[in-house]
C-alpha cells in the first residue's frame, strides 16, 4: 500500500512539473503583462515619427508615444496573414484619419521566424504602411507562447511606462470598422 502510495505521488508530481512547463509558454493573458521585448528603433524616419521614438538602437514597446498599441504577429508564409493584410492596411487608415484617434493608437507587426528580408517582401507585397520588425530566431514568438499566426496583442501603455494586454487573441477580423469599434471599447480610451 506504501510503495503504491510513493509510486501515485512520483507520477502526481511528474505531471504537475509537466504542466508548469506547459503554463510558461501560454500566449499572452488580458490583464496581465507582456515579457520584455526590444525591437530596433526604426531607421525609415517617417516609422520612426509614426512611433514617436528618436535616436538609434533598440526600444521596448511602452516607449512608443501611444496609450495604445495593437501587435500583429505574422508571417511571410502565413496565407491568412497575407490575406489580412487590405483590412490592417485598412485598419490603419481608419486610425491614420481620425484626428481623435491618430495620436492615440498604433499598429505594428512582428514577423515570427522572418528575417528582415522577409519582412520587407511582406511589407512590399501586402503594401503595409505600418512599421515591421523581424524575429527571425523566434525569441519573441517563444517569449509570448509560440502563438499561431495571426495573432493579435492589445496593450495599453500607462503614464508610468507600464503597459497592460487588455487584448489577446489569435485569428483575423472580417471588419477593420468593426475591429477598431471593439479595441475602443475594450481598451477604454474613447
Request: charged residues 20%; hydrophobic residues 45%.
Given at each position: 500500500m506504501?510503495?503504491?502510495?510513493i509510486i501515485?505521488i512520483?507520477?502526481?508530481?511528474f505531471?504537475?512539473?509537466?504542466d508548469?512547463?506547459i503554463?510558461?509558454?501560454?500566449?499572452?493573458?488580458?490583464?496581465g503583462?507582456l515579457?520584455?521585448?526590444?525591437?530596433?528603433?526604426?531607421?525609415?524616419?517617417?516609422?520612426k515619427?509614426?512611433?514617436?521614438?528618436s535616436?538609434?538602437?533598440?526600444?521596448?514597446?511602452?516607449?512608443?508615444?501611444?496609450?495604445?498599441?495593437?501587435?500583429?504577429?505574422?508571417?511571410?508564409?502565413?496565407?491568412?496573414?497575407?490575406?489580412?493584410?487590405?483590412?490592417?492596411k485598412?485598419?490603419?487608415?481608419?486610425?491614420?484619419?481620425?484626428?481623435?484617434?491618430?495620436?492615440?493608437?498604433?499598429?505594428?507587426?512582428?514577423?515570427?521566424g522572418?528575417t528582415?528580408?522577409?519582412?520587407q517582401?511582406?511589407?512590399?507585397?501586402?503594401?503595409?504602411?505600418?512599421?515591421?520588425?523581424?524575429?527571425?530566431d523566434?525569441?519573441?514568438?517563444?517569449?509570448i507562447?509560440?502563438v499561431?499566426?495571426?495573432?493579435?496583442?492589445?496593450?495599453?501603455?500607462?503614464?508610468?511606462?507600464?503597459?497592460e494586454?487588455?487584448?489577446?487573441?489569435?485569428?483575423?477580423?472580417?471588419?477593420?470598422?468593426?475591429?477598431?469599434?471593439?479595441?475602443?471599447?475594450?481598451?477604454?480610451?474613447?
Amino acid at each position: 500500500m506504501k510503495k503504491n502510495l510513493i509510486i501515485l505521488i512520483g507520477m502526481l508530481v511528474f505531471f504537475m512539473m509537466g504542466d508548469l512547463n506547459i503554463a510558461a509558454n501560454l500566449p499572452p493573458v488580458k490583464g496581465g503583462i507582456l515579457p520584455p521585448i526590444r525591437l530596433p528603433i526604426p531607421k525609415d524616419p517617417i516609422e520612426k515619427s509614426y512611433l514617436g521614438l528618436s535616436g538609434e538602437g533598440s526600444f521596448g514597446l511602452p516607449q512608443i508615444k501611444a496609450k495604445v498599441v495593437i501587435i500583429e504577429i505574422f508571417s511571410l508564409y502565413c496565407p491568412v496573414c497575407v490575406k489580412l493584410a487590405p483590412g490592417m492596411k485598412e485598419l490603419y487608415q481608419l486610425i491614420e484619419n481620425a484626428p481623435d484617434l491618430k495620436a492615440k493608437i498604433k499598429l505594428i507587426g512582428i514577423g515570427a521566424g522572418n528575417t528582415p528580408l522577409e519582412v520587407q517582401t511582406f511589407k512590399n507585397i501586402c503594401d503595409t504602411p505600418f512599421p515591421l520588425f523581424p524575429d527571425k530566431d523566434f525569441a519573441i514568438h517563444e517569449a509570448i507562447g509560440d502563438v499561431r499566426t495571426p495573432y493579435f496583442i492589445g496593450i495599453k501603455i500607462h503614464e508610468s511606462g507600464t503597459h497592460e494586454i487588455f487584448y489577446s487573441e489569435t485569428g483575423g477580423f472580417k471588419d477593420a470598422n468593426t475591429f477598431l469599434e471593439s479595441v475602443l471599447a475594450i481598451s477604454g480610451i474613447k
